[in-house]
């Protein structure tokens, strides 16, 4: 381990994602299912200050309801502190304050943003210059989403949707997200598509894999194509187990919205728009009906220090 970088303290900015496609396949004997996805991250943030500290310790707050979030040892920032620093040997600890701007529970992946954050403020904060490749294996110890949430910008995951790819996207893409007030259970969501999935109708995909005319939409900086080709298999499974959230979702189409989709496992809404303008208008309409409406672009960054 090198010299501290910062005695003071860390600051690190970590992006929420949208799943532009997800496929999922079926359930494997341990209870885990491959999947292939188009990650997107996006400009709504977490941000994360790290400081010198005896022991492990963390406070929340943010824009959002934390209430849920753990603020011990169950918190997956504070887990991905203790990893760096059981893989360099520090014996000290850290206290982290994590405010919140992702949707808690929402499907767009703020905790693991927070874990990706706590990896690089805590590298930075104890001199540890791991290097990207070394933050990628503790980040994918920690849940399928965290090394994404350090890469950013566009990329194809699959396996556990942790095995990535960056993926070329042109341009900007303007999205509006609808959060919900209460978040819902990724394994709960999982385990309902099983559910679903064991009538005749619905059936599990083979081999899990991205489209390839979603890429070539990002590529192209298309939104109408991808428009076209977006898709998330945990849709059905979130509606069945949220069905108002159905009537935002034809707002926002109704209302010029190009796709409208479930964020990961939900319960946020992604809507894609063809412009900035168009965002802010549908922003404004699905505001207007009582919706709290946020809008977000990407790709952007991932984990960063902010200096």
């Known amino acids: 381990m090198t010299q501290a970088l910062a005695a003071d303290g860390v600051r690190v900015r970590a992006p929420g994602k949208l799943n532009l496609f997800f496929e999922v396949g079926g359930v494997q004997e341990d209870g885990y299912h491959d999947v292939a996805s188009a990650y997107q991250a996006v400009s709504l943030y977490e941000d994360v200050w790290a400081s ?3 022991e492990f ?15 011990d040892d169950r918190n997956l920032a504070v887990r991905a502190a203790r990893l760096v620093a059981q893989r360099i040997g520090y014996e000290g600890g ?3 304050d994590i405010v919140k701007h992702v949707p808690v529970a929402g499907g767009m992946g703020g905790g693991s943003a927070d874990a990706a954050a706590a990896l690089v403020a805590c590298d930075a904060l104890w001199g540890a210059e791991l290097g990207g490749a070394e933050l990628h ?11 994404f949430a350090l890469m950013g910008g566009t990329a194809i995951g699959t396996g556990r949707g942790d095995q990535l790819s960056p993926a070329l996207a042109k341009g900007r893409f303007d999205w509006v997200v609808v959060p919900s007030k209460a978040g819902l259970s990724t394994p709960e969501v999982y385990a309902h598509l099983d559910e679903l999935r064991a009538r005749p109708d619905i059936a599990a995909a083979r081999v899990p894999a991205v489209d390839p005319t979603v890429l070539q939409a990002l590529r192209a900086g298309d939104p109408v194509a991808l ?3 977006t ?14 959230l159905r009537e935002v979702l034809e707002l926002g189409e109704e209302s010029g919205a190009l796709a409208g989709l479930v964020s990961g496992s939900g319960p946020t809404l992604a809507f894609l728009t063809v412009d900035p303008e168009s965002a802010l208008e549908l922003q404004i309409t699905l505001s207007a009906a009582g919706y709290e409406a946020l809008h977000v672009h990407g790709p952007v960054a991932g984990a960063r220090v902010i200096t």
Request: hydrophobic share 45%; aromatic share 0%; no cysteine.
């Open 52 to 54: 010198p500290s005896d």
């Open 94 to 96: 850290v206290h982290l």
């Open 137 to 147: 294996k503790l980040a994918s110890r920690l849940g399928a989403d965290v090394p």
């Open 227 to 229: 428009a076209e080709h």
């Open 231 to 244: 898709r998330n298999d945990l849709q059905i499974a979130a509606l069945s187990m949220r069905p108002q």
């Open 57 to 71: 310790t963390v406070a929340i707050s943010g824009t959002v309801d934390v209430a849920g979030v753990p603020a």
